[in-house]
């Protein structure tokens, strides 16, 4: 059987992968397993610490063996433990399976975006980034109405099912159709095992972040990009449920109130990533510093304003806000990322060391976040959670002062010749 091209595969890959809204699993876990703000930051924490265990060497793996084969145990593990959550309400069952999710989902991050990366080439990858979320925006339109319409007509609990079997279905279709032409493994002398190869290319990879700035501010500002998202992530739901409380107005149920909102956003997202595809096409370091200062400053406003809304209609309008401003960080954020690697052999490496700190961000931040919603409720939460953005500010900042480049390769004055 002929494989198809990278690009279209890549673009079948986010919308398979859309398809499964998480927010079936979110309303699971208040609905049916009824966890508290604590408990439910808590899961997160627990997948996040495992992301943060396991994501560099994964990473490595990624590298040393191929993106294609750390991909298809990503997706066969994490369809695993969404299963496994699904199959067993209960707290203990959420902390493991989450757990089990973290650990898989590290076979895919950085290899995923170096995967597509290394095929299509860096130059041209911020469109095909951007393009990739507008497909996931429209497939989680569709899966949206589909998943609440299985969650109402059966369960929460069979729709959750469904999602973890839909990832593993991606698995065993991409192990017959998905392309892997262009990837390099990192060099390895003759005679040298592979246990030692891979501890080159984590050496490797570590060495480049430290050596190129550029790379160890965009490292910096995952931290504090993972410490703010916690919140929202864990706790949105139960903010409507608890808090803002959801009208009756034509006799819609939970779930379905929560497709309206989820489908909302979900446009605004479709219509604003188009936009961004065609501004990454020749977009410099410098516009991408400013994009991603404007858009961190966004974040921070529209979730405190999430946090401090008192009526449903205000609180809908700066979730979809949050939401929509979040979505323009992923593919601004990893086309400089991906552009600031020039070792392609340890791309997948350095990707999983950024998202490292991201966990980082969100295992320091998310038990504190949790802390503050069971003691003060989850509007101090999730207003907590917009501030912990606001240092990534300063490093945006300091990177725009220098026109988004590292300050050793800014041109200086060259000195008179004698």
Known sequence: MRKPSAYPYFLFLEGALSLAPFLVVALYFVKTVGLDPLQLVLVGTVM??????????????ADTFGRRRSMLISWSVQGAAIVLVGAVPQFWAALAGWALWGFGYTFMSGAYEAWITDEVGADKVGPVFARGVRVSYASALVGMPLFIGIATATSLQLAVIVNGAVTIAVAVVSLALMPEMEFRPAPREDGVRRRRAMV????????????????????????????????????????????????????????????????????????????????????????????????????????????????????????????????????????????????????????SISGQADALGQVAGGPGVGAIGSSFGIRAALVASGLVLTPALALYGRAMRNGGKEPELIDLPRPAEA
């Open 200 to 351: 080159a290319t984590a050496v490797a990879g570590a060495r480049l972040v430290r050596a190129r700035p550029v790379l160890l501010l965009l490292s910096c500002t995952a931290f504090f990009a993972g410490a703010h998202t916690e919140g929202f992530d864990r706790l949105k739901e139960a903010y409507f449920v608890r808090v803002i409380g959801l009208p009756a107005f034509g006799g819609l149920s939970e779930l379905w109130w929560f497709s309206l909102l989820g489908s909302g956003g979900l446009v605004l997202g479709l219509v604003a990533s188009g936009l961004i595809a065609k501004r990454l096409t020749a977009v410099s370091q410098a516009g991408m510093t400013r994009a991603l200062f404007a858009i961190s400053a966004l974040q921070i406003v529209t979730l405190v304003a999430f946090g401090l809304a008192t009526g449903f209609a205000v609180a809908v309008a700066a979730y979809w806000a949050a939401g929509l401003a979040r979505s323009f960080v992923y593919p601004v954020y990893m086309t400089w990322l991906n552009q600031s690697i020039e070792d392609s052999s340890v791309r997948a490496t350095v990707i």
């Open 48 to 61: 996040e610490a495992a992301v943060l265990v396991s994501e560099v060497p994964t990473g490595v793996i």
